[in-house]
């Protein structure tokens, strides 16, 4: 059997199952719970704290909204003190670096999903956390990296262009104002698509 037809092309997966969109009085319930406020729209971010990231720019995020990071940096090197002090700072900000069983409740209480990596490197070619976001139905708002630049301009997803204070505030009171899901673009990315490319429906190891 030539190289060809065996060959193909895996998507990242997510679960789209676990990861769903919720109601609005949900939303507000799950705010409540993880000590939010819930008279502003909630901006997200979920990922190592560092500055090769490009989550300094939280910092610039005007105070109509409320920013959300969950710090998932394990080791002592990566940590980037300096830039945690600056979002500290935010009267805005609320950052959680403990274990959160239920990870998916931030996304999903959340308004705005912000991924402003621009340099290589500093996350995978597929961004997981993009797409849990997508798939609870909270719209993304994301630099052209990796295979994103596939997503941008689809419903709900956006392009940041430009992450400076005006532009970025700009940008998201647009997509707070016209509430637009992107969980049907994702859809394709789903881990049982995944599988069911993989491995054929009658094999041992998908009857498992």
């Not at 600056?86 to 409740?105: A, G, S, V």
């Not at 505030?169 to 104002?177: D, G, T, W």
């Amino acid at each position: 059997q030539a190289l060809g037809d065996r060959a193909g092309y895996l998507r990242t997966g997510v679960d789209t199952r676990r990861f769903v969109p919720v109601s609005r009085a949900r939303k507000a319930a799950l705010r409540e719970v993880y000590g939010l406020p819930e008279d502003k729209p909630i901006v997200l971010h979920v990922g190592h704290l560092r500055q090769g990231r490009g989550i300094g720019c939280m910092a610039g995020i005007s105070e109509d909204f409320h920013c959300v990071l969950v710090a998932s940096t394990q080791t002592a090197d990566e940590r980037d003190a300096q830039l945690r002090q600056l979002l500290e700072r935010r009267p805005n900000m609320t950052i959680f670096d403990q274990y959160l069983p239920r990870i998916e409740e931030l996304y999903q209480l959340a308004d705005v999903y912000l991924f402003p990596v621009e340099q290589p490197g500093n996350c995978i070619d597929v961004p997981l956390s993009a797409l849990e976001a997508a798939s609870c139905g909270i719209p993304v708002a994301a630099t052209a990296y990796g295979e994103l630049r596939e997503l941008l301009g689809q419903p709900g997803f956006y392009e940041t262009g430009d992450l400076k204070p005006e532009a970025l505030n700009s940008l998201l009171a647009k997509i707070c104002n016209e509430g637009k899901t992107p969980r049907e673009s994702v859809l394709k990315y789903d881990w049982n698509l995944a599988v069911a490319q993989l491995l054929p429906e009658d094999s041992e190891e998908r009857r498992i």
